[in-house]
C-alpha cells in the first residue's frame, strides 16, 4: 500500500509527488514564491535603473564616460566591446563627455583589456590625453567602486550593452557616482542571449553588492588620471 505520496522510482532516488489538492497547491505556492524571490532583484534592477538608459544622442552631458570590458579577441576588442567604444567615441566627438575612463582586466600579463580598449580610442579619434585606463576593473562593483573611490569620479555616462547596462547603473550609483547609461545595440546572436540569462543570475549578486558594498578586490591609491584629463 502506498503512503501519503506518490513515488517515482528511478535513477538514484525516489521523488515524492502530492496526492491531495492541498498538497498540490501547497507546492505550487513555494514554486512561485521561489520565482519572484528568483526575479526580485532583475526587477529591481530595472525599476530603479532603466529610465536612466538613453542613446548616443540623448544622453545628457557630463565629465567622464566610463567603458566597461567585454573580452578581447586575439588581442584587440570583441565585436560587442568594439561597439561600446564606438558609442565612447561618438560621445566625446559630440562633446556629451570631456574623458573616457576605460575600465577591464589585466589580471595576467598576456590579457590586457584597457590597453586595447585606449588603442582603439586612439584609432577612432580621441585624444590620448583624454583616455584613462584602469586596470582592476574585474567586474562590474569593481569598476564602479574604483571610479568613484580610486579616480573621484562623482557624475558619468556609462557605455555597456542593453542586457547590462541597468546592472551597471544600479551599481554605480551604490558607488556614489550620479549617472546615465547609453545602452548599446547588439545583434542577437548566441553572445546577446548568453548575456541576457547571465544578467538574470548577476543580479544577485548585484543586489548583495549594492547593499553592502565591499572593498573592490584591488583598491590602490587614489589616481589623478581623471582630473588630469579634465583640465
Known amino acids: 500500500m502506498r503512503g501519503p505520496a506518490q513515488r517515482i522510482r528511478g535513477g538514484a532516488g525516489r521523488i515524492r509527488l502530492p496526492r491531495t489538492r492541498r498538497g498540490w497547491r501547497r507546492t505550487y505556492q513555494c514554486v512561485v514564491v521561489l520565482t519572484v524571490?528568483?526575479?526580485a532583484p532583475a526587477t529591481w534592477l530595472n525599476a530603479t535603473a532603466g529610465p536612466?538608459?538613453?542613446s548616443v544622442a540623448d544622453a545628457p552631458a557630463a565629465p567622464v564616460a566610463i567603458v566597461f570590458g567585454a573580452g578581447l579577441w586575439n588581442g584587440e576588442p570583441s565585436p560587442y566591446l568594439a561597439h561600446r567604444l564606438d558609442a565612447a567615441a561618438?560621445?566625446?566627438d559630440r562633446?556629451?563627455?570631456r574623458a573616457v575612463l576605460v575600465t577591464g582586466?589585466?589580471?595576467r600579463h598576456d590579457y590586457d583589456e584597457p590597453d586595447a580598449m585606449r588603442a582603439y580610442l586612439l584609432r577612432h579619434?580621441?585624444?590620448a590625453r583624454k583616455i584613462v585606463?584602469?586596470?582592476a576593473g574585474f567586474d562590474t562593483w569593481d569598476s564602479c567602486s574604483r571610479a568613484h573611490r580610486i579616480f573621484g569620479v562623482d557624475r558619468a555616462v556609462l557605455v555597456s550593452q542593453g542586457f547590462h547596462i541597468r546592472r551597471a547603473l544600479a551599481l554605480c550609483a551604490a558607488a556614489g557616482i550620479d549617472s546615465y547609461g547609453v545602452g548599446v545595440a547588439a545583434r542577437h546572436d548566441v553572445t546577446w542571449a548568453y548575456g541576457g540569462v547571465r544578467e538574470i543570475f548577476a543580479a544577485g549578486k548585484a543586489a548583495a553588492d549594492a547593499l553592502l558594498r565591499p572593498d573592490p578586490r584591488f583598491l590602490?591609491?587614489?589616481e589623478k588620471g581623471v582630473a588630469e584629463a579634465l583640465r
Open 90 to 92: 561618438a560621445l566625446y
Open 105 to 107: 582586466d589585466n589580471s
Open 133 to 135: 585606463s584602469d586596470y
Open 125 to 127: 579619434g580621441v585624444p
Open 95 to 97: 562633446g556629451t563627455v
Open 52 to 54: 536612466r538608459v538613453r
Open 37 to 39: 524571490l528568483a526575479l
Open 220 to 222: 590602490g591609491p587614489h
